[in-house]
């Protein structure tokens, strides 16, 4: 079995990228491990928000470019920030022209973002079946059949066949047998590693198996674990996009992946049990839960708040906290003082007592910065916490996609440690690095580097292919 081009995973970049091949005349193909025809993958159960570091994908290169060098501190690869930053419209108007329909949604923080229609209902547990995710993935499975392409179900990668530091194709087993998939070009698409704890421990954090996995279970990392056995480099690990969740979604998949906690932890406190503040709330629910992950427990953070912010914050928005906390069935520490709610939620009471003394008297003060560690207020206002009765929502780390992995240029051909791309190999969406991660956290966003990237490989392809 021969193709000009293959692509390991049905996800969005392998069907971007080889409804894009196959429009500029070449044979394509999808890997996909599952066998059900609505496969789940991320994309089919995405909540469909189109953005790049929450920006609107419509933005012009000249406005969307420095948004990702503010956002990125400059560590993004620059020729990678700059495909991102010139090819976004381009991609939303492919996207479009293959069927998809959007809408504008307005954010928690007053931007305003496509949403893939119809979205999602912001509801308990997920809600995917003939949303957006869901139709335009069968749509563009549809056009690339309609192409002369395929997708090839039960079909699970194991290797790349190299010949000659070249990779000419897949080893795969399908139907229970292995055989040999045959391509002049392979794109790696099949996402990160975020269900993997294995990786998640090695990468990330040793506390692995005390998070809460947001995203679909085959996101295993096997294409990052293919290349660098071809010889690519892996880098930019560290980081990961995730939210704080209500602990007990670890056992009820009703609280995840609403509500959405973010908007009362950077309005309040995050204490671990020793009733101490341990980062910087007024970063966002993001670098928050990145710094849950890596404590010693990451299962050991409550989150703080008074009635005021419970009947303001935590009721802004169709997936808040209040109610959809107790519609879930999750539970929620209350007590008329904090010493009686330290008891009932099991935090040291010294330490919540002179915690939540300090934090309020250095916003009265205004000095919320000297708190240590410091508390900013840049990006989210921090709200004291005064008015009885207090409430404690036990914490955990939700990890929903990884950051980091296969080098790629931005021909989203991979990469030797030393800078030569592998020829025959590319890589696109959430499995690449040189986009994300560092200090700030930066969420490039798992829809735009599929779209985007799935469409530069397919043309990066075609172009080598049409000179030969």
């Not at 096997?222 to 007990?248: C, K, N, Q, S, W």
């Amino acid at each position: 079995m021969e193709f000009d081009v293959i692509a390991i995973g049905g996800g969005f970049t392998g069907l971007v990228a080889a409804n894009r091949a196959a429009q500029l005349g070449l044979r394509a193909g999808v890997l996909e491990q599952q066998t059900d025809e609505r496969y789940i993958c991320n994309s089919r159960i995405t909540t469909g928000v189109c953005h790049i570091l929450f920006a609107n994908m419509k933005l012009p290169e000249a406005e969307m470019m420095p948004i990702i060098e503010a956002a990125t501190e400059g560590r993004a690869r620059p020729d990678l920030a700059r495909a991102m930053a010139a090819n976004s419209r381009r991609a939303i108007d492919w996207l479009s022209d293959e069927g998809a329909r959007f809408v504008e949604m307005v954010m928690g923080d007053g931007t305003r973002s496509l949403i893939l229609a119809p979205p999602r209902r912001f509801k308990a547990g997920l809600d995917w079946e003939g949303r957006g995710g869901d139709v335009m993935m069968r749509k563009l499975e549809a056009s690339l059949i309609s192409r002369g392409g395929q997708v090839m179900r039960g079909t699970r990668a194991e290797g790349l066949i190299m010949e000659d530091g070249a990779c000419r194709g897949v080893e795969v087993v399908r139907s229970g047998a292995p055989q040999h998939i045959y391509a002049k070009a392979v794109i790696v698409a099949d996402g990160g590693f975020s269900a993997n704890r294995e990786m998640i421990c090695r990468h990330i954090t040793p506390g692995a198996d005390r998070l809460l996995i947001r995203s679909a279970p085959n996101a295993m990392g096997d294409g990052i674990r293919m290349a660098e056995a071809a010889g690519a480099e892996l880098t930019g690990f560290g980081e990961f996009y995730g939210h704080p969740v209500h602990r007990e979604g670890l056992s009820n998949d009703k609280l995840w992946p609403f509500p959405m906690i973010d908007p009362v932890v950077q309005a309040a406190v995050v204490v671990g049990a020793d009733g101490r503040r341990f980062a910087d709330e007024g970063l966002g629910g993001i670098i928050m839960s990145n710094d849950i992950a890596r404590l010693d427990d990451p299962q050991s953070a409550s989150l703080i708040f008074d009635d005021a912010i419970w009947n303001t914050v935590a009721k802004q928005g169709p997936t808040s906290a209040n109610p959809l906390i107790h519609s879930g069935g999750g539970s929620l520490a209350q007590g008329d003082d904090l010493t009686t709610l330290a008891e009932i939620a099991g935090i040291d009471e010294a330490g919540l007592v002179q915690t939540i003394g300090a934090y309020n008297q250095a916003l009265a003060a205004g000095t919320p910065e000297r708190l240590d560690p410091p508390r900013s207020t840049r990006l989210f206002a921090a709200h004291p916490i005064l008015q009885p009765p207090f409430y404690a929502v036990p914490l955990c780390s939700g990890i929903t996609g990884t950051m980091g992995g296969i080098s790629i240029d931005a021909a989203c051909r991979v990469l030797k440690a030393e800078g030569s791309p592998i020829t025959g190999l590319y890589a696109a969406g959430t499995t690449i690095a040189g986009l994300e991660g560092g200090p700030s956290v930066a969420y490039m966003g798992g829809l735009a580097k599929a779209f985007i990237l799935g469409l530069l490989a397919a043309e990066t392809i075609a172009a080598a292919e049409s000179v030969q």
